[in-house]
């Protein structure tokens, strides 16, 4: 089945550095890669949506300078968190939509558990 | 818009029971809809989805859901629940005619009993 690879799982950083999450669909090519943010016990909020080779669309509320997004490639979207801060420390998730169309699905990757210290 | 409400945000059952963990959904147009469970610190697994085709879905893990259009739900159901079932299980929706993301309920923490 479809993978989505993503890395690190955890990381931890001090505050006011920069930390990228990056995220490769393995077998399949992944037109739109979704970026998701979520807090502990609660649901997957939205951040961004990219499609390859163009700008990613932010959700409102969502600075799109702290949360750098990059599609440059089908396989490769890369999300860097600029500047973090404790406020950042959350569970990032990023998922992938199958190009061959939306009855494929959408595949998740594993998570990363960003700490801001 | 399309909207997803899990009813029940912690359900518990004795292990060998049966599993339902409810879900309605709102869209204006024939929606596609997801289940997917989530394991502590881990990404979201696909348990089953509903692309319009067959209306009882089969998933993984002896997981199945019903869509009823009729009530606006797609239930998901597991005849006898099993220890490892424990985790957060997430309803979720999306419009096929769009290239929208998914839409997703609040979650589910399905607590196994021994």
New interface residues.
Partial sequence: GAV?S?HP??VICKSGTSVKIECRSLDFQAT?M?WYRQFP????M?MA?SNEGSKATYEQGVEKDKFLINHASLTLSTLTVTSAHPEDSS?Y?C?ARDGRG??Y???????T?LTVV | AQSVTQLGSHVSVSEGALVLLRCNYSSSVPPYLFWYVQYPNQGLQLLLKYTSAATLVKGINGFEAEFKKSETSFHLTKPSAHMSDAAEYFCAVSDPGSARQLTFGSGTQLTVLP
């Fill in positions: 989505v993503q799982s955890w739109t979704f016990k609660q649901s997957l939205l949506t569970f998730i998922s939306l009855g699905g959408y595949t998740f990757g594993s998570g558990r």
